[in-house]
């Protein structure tokens, strides 16, 4: 943990310069394009600005072109290559070098990093993880060439392969900036036939997640659409259309959340970070260093992966105390909290009552993170809820306030991509409720009614993405 | 908090048809499709010689399911089973014919599990439903009322497609078998557009075969396995295998009731069964996958024996076996 701490301490040292340059695009979120065909069709035409090469040494002919095209260019690149794409990249008019760290927080990388942004002003420096996947409404038939895998179940609800915990993960590890990720189309060694729906559900989620995404464009289409070829130009014309869509935003805002979740480590591949995402439950993700009261004000429910140790210990009662819920997992050992009556709820599971919360000690590992999140789910209860869909088993809705708290937008996915009509409830009472998706220009009013602190209203169709606009 | 995923796969029945090499096979294409219908993802993979027309087929075969949804859902206000549920009490209503034969169905089975299964258990299902979602537990007294509107006699069925309700609160739930029903439609219309081998998944708790994979004398299907000790499978072919199972416990302690609700006792049913059947068909199978859920091992191998046609088994977390077989065989120990 003191090493963890201290590793903390370092990135905090390194980061504020680009800190109060990146709350500024809280709201933004930016696509890039990976091109690797020799030619390219001018950035009018494909609807892009950024245009990203994998570095190799020396100039790429099709950098040099991209520029003339009128892209801003970006080169990717190991760290280790950095300098060397980075004098170029000068040379050359370049708009940035985009980095490829594979590891989160490493305190050696974020100082290179900020060497580099020290002696190459002109350069923007972007971090890359890779650690996205295609997102996907999956079933449970693999198919694998001539062979069929098909796994079932008690009737299953739609798995969704979404990057928000990638994204929830990256926004507390990078907190400088905007998280940039990518993921190869490639699934279990096999290349999917990519659709239009395909691309624009990629471009969606960086969208509405509000994170910046590294498109991978099949090396197939890019030669069609060199070649001018009709088909091709029609897929990507479907794809600028949301490409508009989720590039379209205005106010700077952040995500809204009401559970933290506190880790030991970063791990954007954990299971649990996935279902909560996966249930729509609005989290933020925490090191344990972040612990302190005034952070956690406004969650209602903290689960602690962090092993708790004898400070964090004080600090989670202290959290119960005024009134929060926090659930300890894999907890052993003595706590602050344990003076107060225990109440065994399970085999599992034994309660605290403490001040006005309550503290759940779990004495394993989450052994199912589905059943953990639907838990979690009713320990956040109905009053405290921010957003409760319904008809929506295939949608991810990610809310955000502005900086008084106050929800402001709502941002949705839907990964069956056919239309759904959709009942929202969100926690505030609003004015004004406006939905805009690609299909539907901004902006269509909708009736809401209002109850109890809540706003409820319908979205007639959510076909891939879709925006609600809330005014108080 | 790496998490361990060995129970996704846990979750499962199992189909694999590994390498379809035969002399036939090599001009048989594969396609596979999925759509999101009935709250759940529906797959279809099927073979053919041209990809096209298979994949053509396959369409039709959702469009199917698509217009089974539409006359059964109960979240639907214009479903016809919504409409039946708000308007025949007391007088006969006519409904198109596969809801008739759908209902028709339920009705059987409810007959032959003597009311355990109930496919007029909608009061409870609705109930509960807000308890699941977590709101308190329904009293006592919500759960005598809700029970008091239970019961399959008080249907009226006449003959070709007309439909009464001999009480003001009677509703139905198709929840247990519409998803067999759809899929054994959707099967129909694949097998009539000249589809010969494919699979039809509905939301991993009901899968229809049709032939076998080229060159193969079955689908090799796993069954589930809540203990991973067991690994029982079937080979399918013209067949359907359906698992129930209730919703798994809270690991927080939250009193979280189950999906699957027991007609005789109001309440959800307290079982750690994991139940497979195998029948001839998808809305057989999944009728009788819950209806032997809410039986038990004892009562339900003995209607199991005096079923045609259907296996069934049992499986529990720690490892509890118990089979009732009366048509396709189950396998044990089929780890590929």
Redesign the interface.
């Known amino acids: 943990m003191t090493h963890l701490r201290s590793r903390i301490t370092l990135i905090a040292f390194v980061i504020p310069i680009f800190l109060l340059l990146a709350l500024s695009q809280l709201a933004s979120s930016t696509v890039y394009v990976h091109w690797s065909d020799p030619q390219l069709p001018a950035a009018s035409s494909l609807g892009v600005t950024n245009i990203v090469f994998t570095w190799k040494e020396g100039i790429s002919p099709a950098a040099v072109a991209a520029r003339k095209q009128g892209y801003s260019v970006y080169v990717e690149t190991p760290l280790l290559q950095a300098k060397a794409a980075a004098d170029e990249g000068v040379k050359a008019g370049w708009t940035g070098v985009i980095l490829d760290i594979a590891e989160l927080e490493s305190v050696e990388s974020e100082q290179r990093v900020a060497e580099l942004r020290s002696s190459y002003p002109k350069l923007q420096f972007v971090l890359l993880t890779r650690g996205g996947k295609p997102p996907d409404?999956?079933?449970?038939?693999i198919?694998k060439?001539?062979?069929?895998?098909?796994?079932?179940?008690?009737?299953?609800?739609?798995?969704i392969d979404t990057n928000l915990a990638l994204i929830k993960v990256e926004q507390r590890s990078r907190r400088a900036q905007v998280p940039l990720y990518t993921f190869s189309w490639e699934d279990q060694g096999q290349v999917r036939t990519l659709s239009p729906d395909d691309y624009s559900l990629a471009v969606a989620e960086a969208g509405a997640f509000h994170a910046d995404l590294i498109l991978q464009l099949d090396e197939n289409l890019q030669q069609a659409l060199n070649n001018h070829d009709a088909k091709a130009w029609a897929l990507w014309n479907q794809v600028q259309s949301m490409l508009k869509f989720s590039g379209s935003k205005a106010d700077a805002l952040e995500p809204a959340a009401n559970v933290a979740v506190v880790?030991?480590h970063l791990?954007a591949?954990?299971?649990?970070l996935n279902l909560l995402s996966r249930h729509n439950i609005p989290f933020q993700v925490f090191l344990a260093a972040d612990l302190n009261k005034e952070k956690f004000q406004g969650f209602d429910v903290l689960v602690m992966?962090a092993k708790p140790d004898k400070e964090l210990g004080e600090q989670i009662k202290d959290l119960a105390t005024r009134g929060k819920t926090v659930?300890v997992?894999?907890a052993h050992g003595s706590y602050p909290w344990q003076n107060s009556q225990p109440v065994r709820?399970?085999e599992?599971?034994t309660?605290y009552a403490v001040g006005n919360g309550k503290i759940?000690e779990?004495s394993e590992?989450?052994?199912?993170?589905?059943?953990?999140a639907?838990?979690v789910?009713?320990?956040i209860?109905?009053r405290n809820s921010l957003l409760s869909l319904w008809?929506g088993?295939?949608t991810i809705a990610v809310p955000y306030k502005d900086h008084s708290g106050t929800l402001r937008l709502v941002e949705f996915v839907n990964y069956?991509l056919?239309p759904v009509r959709m009942q929202v409830q969100v926690k505030g009472s609003f004015q004004s409720v406006r939905y805009e998706s690609p299909e539907r220009p901004c902006c269509e009013s909708l009736a809401a009614v209002k109850h109890d602190g809540f706003t409820e209203f319908v979205i007639p169709e959510l076909r891939i993405a879709g925006r609600i606009h809330l005014e108080p | 908090?790496?998490?361990d995923?060995r129970?996704a796969?846990g979750?499962?029945?199992?189909?694999?048809?590994?390498?379809?090499k035969s002399q036939n096979?090599e001009n048989?294409r594969?396609v596979?499709k999925?759509?999101?219908i009935m709250?759940?993802?529906?797959?279809i993979?099927a073979y053919g010689e041209s990809s096209e027309r298979v994949s053509s087929a396959i369409d039709v075969a959702f469009q199917e399911i698509v217009r089974m949804d539409d006359l059964m859902s109960n979240?639907k206000p214009e479903s016809a089973l919504s409409q039946l549920n708000r308007s025949a009490h007391f007088h006969a209503e006519r409904v198109p014919a596969d809801l008739y034969r759908v209902i028709e169905r339920g009705v059987q089975l409810s007959r032959l599990s003597d009311g355990k299964f109930d496919i007029t258990v909608a009061p409870l299902v609705n109930l509960w439903k807000a308890a699941l979602a977590?709101?308190s537990t329904p009293s006592p007294e919500q759960q005598r009322q809700a029970q008091a509107c239970v019961g399959y006699d008080k249907i009226e069925l006449t003959p070709p497609d007309q439909i009464a309700l001999q009480s003001s609160c009677l509703q139905l739930d198709l929840g247990a078998l519409g998803?067999g029903y759809a899929v054994d439609r959707a099967a129909e219309k694949l097998h009539t557009l000249g589809i010969e081998n494919a699979?039809l998944?509905?939301?991993?708790?009901t899968?229809v075969a049709i032939g076998s994979?080229p060159g193969q004398a079955g689908?090799l299907?796993r069954l589930?396995d809540p203990s991973h000790k067991i690994d029982p499978y079937v080979m399918l072919e013209n067949a359907s295998v359906s698992?129930?199972?209730q919703t798994?416990?809270?690991?927080?302690?939250?009193d979280?009731p189950g999906h699957i609700i027991d007609p005789s006792s109001g309440r959800p049913v307290e079982s750690q069964f994991?139940v497979s059947v195998i029948a001839a068909n998808g809305s057989m199978s999944d009728g009788f996958s819950t209806t032997l859920l809410l039986l038990g091992p004892q009562q339900g191998k003995a209607l199991v024996n005096r079923t045609r046609d259907v296996s069934a088994i049992w499986l529990s977390p720690n490892a509890q076996v118990e089979t009732a077989t009366n048509g396709p065989q189950i396998l044990f120990g089929g780890r590929l």
């Open positions: 409404m999956r079933g449970s038939i198919v060439r001539n062979s069929v895998l098909e796994v079932s179940s008690p009737t299953a609800q739609p798995w880790v030991d791990d591949s954990d299971e649990v992966f659930v997992v894999d709820e399970n599992h599971t309660s759940l779990l590992r989450v052994t199912d993170p589905e059943i953990f639907q838990d789910r009713r320990l209860g109905k008809n088993l295939t069956a056919e | 908090m790496r998490f995923r129970w796969a979750l499962s029945v199992l189909i694999l048809c590994l390498g379809a096979s048989q594969l596979y999925k759509k999101y709250g759940t993802v529906f797959e993979a979240y977590g709101d998803k699979f998944n509905a939301g991993g708790s899968i994979p689908w299907v589930r698992t129930s199972e798994t416990r809270s690991l927080l302690g939250h979280s994991s």
